[in-house]
Every structure is written in C-alpha cells, then in structure tokens.
C-alpha cells in the first residue's frame, strides 16, 4: 500500500498557533491578555466567528453584530479593526494556541 504523504504546512499545531499569536497577537494583546479569558472567549465565539473577527473585523462591525459592538465597547471602542491575512490552517493553529 502506498503512504499518502501529507505536506506538512497543511496540518495546524499549537506550535504553529504560538508562532503566529507572538508575532501578530501579543504586540497588542499582551496588554489586554488574561491567558485563561482569552482562550474561553476565543472557545465562545467559535472557529468560523473567530476567523471572521481576526480575519475582517470590519465586516462584522458594518452589519452591526451585536457580539462584535459589544466587545468594542468593552474596550472603549478602539478604532482598531483585525485584518489580518491568514489561511484556514493559520487560523486553526491560532485556536488550537489560543484555547
Ligand atoms: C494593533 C493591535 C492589535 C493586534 C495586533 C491584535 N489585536 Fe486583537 N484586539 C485589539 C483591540 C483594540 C481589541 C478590543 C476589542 C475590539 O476591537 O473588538 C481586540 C480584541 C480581540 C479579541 C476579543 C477578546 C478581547 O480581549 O476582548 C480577540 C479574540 C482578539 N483581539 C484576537 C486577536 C488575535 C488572534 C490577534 C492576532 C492574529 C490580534 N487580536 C491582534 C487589538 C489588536
């Protein structure tokens, strides 16, 4: 039978998810970051949310999500809007991370 090589980049880690979160993340997030908040928030909204609100945070603010709103809200409504370009597999390493 013969082995189905599988390309390494295409499987998500938590090894991945760590290198991405310290590059992209904590500049920011290492001042709001509660290790054990972020990761049941980031467990709460899910991994299609999630990926929409780190991906184009923008989106959900114009259709006026009420989740979105309120998250803005809660931290004095920064300008800031998460647009960062990241694949499927990123963004599954960063939950896995994150978590
Ligand atoms: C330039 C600063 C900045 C960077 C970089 C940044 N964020 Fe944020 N993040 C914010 C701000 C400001 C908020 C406050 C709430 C909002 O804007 O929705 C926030 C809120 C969040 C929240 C909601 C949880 C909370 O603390 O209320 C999550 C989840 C999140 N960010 C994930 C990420 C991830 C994952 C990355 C890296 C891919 C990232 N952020 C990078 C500024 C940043």
Not at 77 to 97: A, G, R
């Amino acid at each position: 039978m013969d082995v189905v090589q599988i390309p390494d980049r295409k499987i998500p880690s938590i090894a991945k998810g760590e290198k991405i979160a310290m590059e992209k993340c904590t500049p920011c997030h290492v001042k709001y970051k509660d290790c054990a908040q972020f990761g049941m928030l980031v467990s709460a909204m899910g991994d299609d949310y999630f990926g929409q609100y780190v991906t184009n945070q923008k989106w959900l603010i114009e259709r006026e999500d009420g989740f979105a709103l309120e998250l803005k809200q809660k931290w004095g409504n920064d300008t800031f809007l998460h647009h960062f370009h990241l694949s499927e597999e990123e963004i599954q390493s960063l939950i896995l991370y994150l978590k």
